[in-house]
């Protein structure tokens, strides 16, 4: 019987520091089996537990593709004890993998729509990997018109900037890249998230908004899109809570009977608002 | 099988038969506590004890359990095989193991842990003449001679035992033994008797049906407040909860700087701060109310909603371990009236 919680052993094959304060690190890692690797399907917006055996786990969003089969990616901040070990990791250093874990984004629902992602800081990354999910070559004509909001609060706080330079210079997507507070050097957008929202108002026509962020964008966001005429089904939004098994059984990440590890993270805002405010 | 008798004496022996081919787990006395632990000797089973200190529920999720043994990047799982007893459990823990097979025995996530403790296992229980007076079982659909979870249930007719097979793993285990005799009718009926008469001592009525239909509704009622107040948080209620099977997963090293150690599953508690308490700082349950709000909705709203059971068997460990008399059924029974 598989051990579900066995984690598959990877290499570091490159580590990205993501942001200015350097506490956001992407790591990219390889499977030490390729038949680990295969068995990593995962959806958009799912999580997997990182492993250091003498260390612990914690749960981390998917931020690399579908797509990419060679890797997997994981943007990480440095925050807990799990965190601080993986950030003092080196390229060849090995790291546990287990999951993957969640439902991940409506993919079924997301094709033949407009989407619209709204971002905020460092919770970009199930939506950078469904960014590239849907401008890889063999998806892009399955989905339609992509608007990006993305904001950090400065400059050198915007990760995945050698994604959005890329994405800037296409012409099947709109994006709008912002900041709290600009410097010297930044000649973009300067405003929080959900008002330079309201000002690009993308249209709420067979689309569905996915919103990433500090609790606080979401708030001030989601009156935006409703206003803007997006039904609480078609809100999309991934949560994060404390975690240690990602198979509903530890109990802590629950929403009344709802387990965000398992039944989530991702719900519309539609079931957002069936479930009691505990999050 | 037909329902067998033994008498009191040779029930000792048949525990000695069992020690020589199993591992064998019983009530056993350990300073003012009585928990479950290994016995050498059918003598030292305390049979004698109504409601043992901490259910039986670590024999198959114990409070603290190897997941992994590590040494650097290697990792083994530890595995424990060959088949063991579990004497002397009380019909509300054996209905418990089939609250806790919901959580840890499911198709998507077979947990090999629990799983193999379950299989390995024969569960033989023993009914309650006398249900200590806080017992409240049947309120929760139990009874003091329940079988479920059970593999052989032993009711007590004074000099000798009524001893019934249940499942075709405990036919299995008394299959070979000499010492049962073919019970008689009298016997059959003497023990349907006391299980009747059991169950009409406890006459408790905790509304439970009304609770369930209200409680969902229920999550932003002030009561929660009041009820939490003389909670200490102290967790001491999902420690002895035969049900309750919240984790922590931990490692732990060898010596500091090494990297040889064990990866441990641990029991945790919902009535901690930490439990959910985020990297951010950010709380979703920051004060006692949360807390017992979660624990009382967890057990008789989210898991009814999610396996068609209620996660409490009546036990009433929860009121007696309480430091601060903290009642369930009072609780229960407040949040039914509101």
């Known amino acids: 019987m598989q051990n579900p919680y066995e984690p598959q052993m990877t290499v570091i094959e490159k580590t990205i520091t993501e942001n200015q304060a350097g506490d956001i690190r992407t790591f990219q890692f390889r499977f030490r089996e390729q038949a680990a690797r295969d068995a990593f399907q995962f959806v958009c917006g799912q999580f997997a537990e990182l492993s250091l055996w003498g260390v612990g786990e914690c749960p981390i969003g998917i931020a690399s593709s579908p797509m990419d089969q060679d890797f997997v990616q994981f943007t990480v901040k440095r925050m807990g004890v799990v965190t601080t070990a993986l950030h003092r990791l080196r390229e060849g250093n090995a790291v546990g993998i287990r999951g993957p874990y969640g439902n991940g984004y409506p993919m079924d629902r997301l094709a033949g729509s407009n989407i619209v992602i709204v971002a905020g800081g460092f919770a970009f990354t199930t939506l950078r990997s469904l960014t590239n999910y849907v401008l890889h070559p063999d998806n892009r004509a399955r989905f339609g018109k992509v608007t990006i909001i993305y904001g950090a609060r400065s400059p050198g706080e915007l990760i995945y900037k ?52 500090p609790p606080i964008m979401i708030r001030f966001s989601i009156p935006v899109l409703l206003e803007l005429g997006f039904t ?37 805002y539609a079931e957002l608002q069936a479930l009691p405010a505990e999050y | 099988m037909d329902a067998k008798v033994i008498t009191k004496e040779k029930l000792v022996e048949l525990l000695d038969q069992f020690i020589r081919d199993y591992e064998v787990l019983a009530p056993v006395r350990q300073g003012d506590a009585v928990v479950f632990g290994q016995i050498q000797r059918g003598s030292d089973a305390a049979l004698d004890v109504k409601r043992t200190t901490m259910s039986p529920k670590g024999a198959f999720f114990p409070q603290e359990e190897v997941l992994f043994i590590f040494d650097g990047v290697e990792a083994q799982v530890p595995t424990e095989s060959g088949a063991r007893v579990l004497f002397g459990v009380r019909p509300c823990d054996g209905r418990s193991l089939t609250v806790l097979d919901k959580v840890f025995d ?34 929760l659909g139990g009874e003091p001679f329940g079988k479920a979870g059970l593999d052989v249930l032993l009711s007590d007719l004074g000099d000798r035992y009524l001893v019934e097979a249940l499942t075709e793993k405990g036919e299995r285990l008394l299959e070979d033994s000499a010492l049962l005799q073919d019970a008689s009718e009298e016997d059959i009926k003497e023990g349907k008797i ?75 508690s919902c009535q901690y701060p930490l439990f959910t308490h985020h990297a951010s700082g950010h709380n979703p349950r920051p004060s006692h109310r949360e807390r017992m709000r979660q624990r009382i909705m967890h057990k008789f709203s989210y898991y009814v909603n999610n396996f068609g059971v209620i996660a409490c068997v009546g036990c009433a460990r929860c009121l007696t371990g309480c430091p601060v008399n903290l009642d369930i059924r009072e609780v229960l029974l407040t949040l039914a009236e509101r």
């Open chain 1, 162 to 213: 050698y994604d959005l330079e890329r994405w800037a210079t296409r012409d099947d997507l709109d994006l709008h890249v912002t900041v709290d507070a600009g410097d010297d050097s930044w000649t973009g957008l300067v405003g929080y998230v959900p008002s330079v929202l309201k000002d690009v108002a993308p249209s709420a026509d067979n689309a569905l908004a996915l919103v990433c962020g």
């Open chain 2, 106 to 139: 499911t198709a998507e996530y077979p947990t090999v842990y629990y799983g193999n403790q379950r299989e390995r296992t024969f569960v033989v229980g023993v009914g309650c003449n006398q249900p200590p007076d806080t017992c409240f079982c049947t309120a």
């Open chain 1, 232 to 268: 609480p089904e078609c809100i999309i939004n991934s949560l994060e809570m404390r975690m240690k098994c990602g198979m509903g059984k530890c109990g802590r990440c629950n929403i009344g009977g709802k387990y965000v590890c398992k039944d989530g993270p991702v719900f519309t």
């Open chain 2, 194 to 268: 006391l299980a009747r008469e059991a169950r009409e001592k406890l006459n408790v009525d905790l509304h439970i049906e009304e609770l369930k239909a209200k409680l969902g509704g229920m999550f932003e009622d002030p009561i929660w407040a009041e009820i939490s107040m003389s909670c200490l948080g102290c967790g001491a209620c999902t420690y002895v909860c035969p049900t309750c099977h919240c984790f922590d997963i931990v490692d732990e090293l060898v010596e500091v700087g090494g990297n040889s150690g064990r990866r441990v599953r641990v029991w945790d």
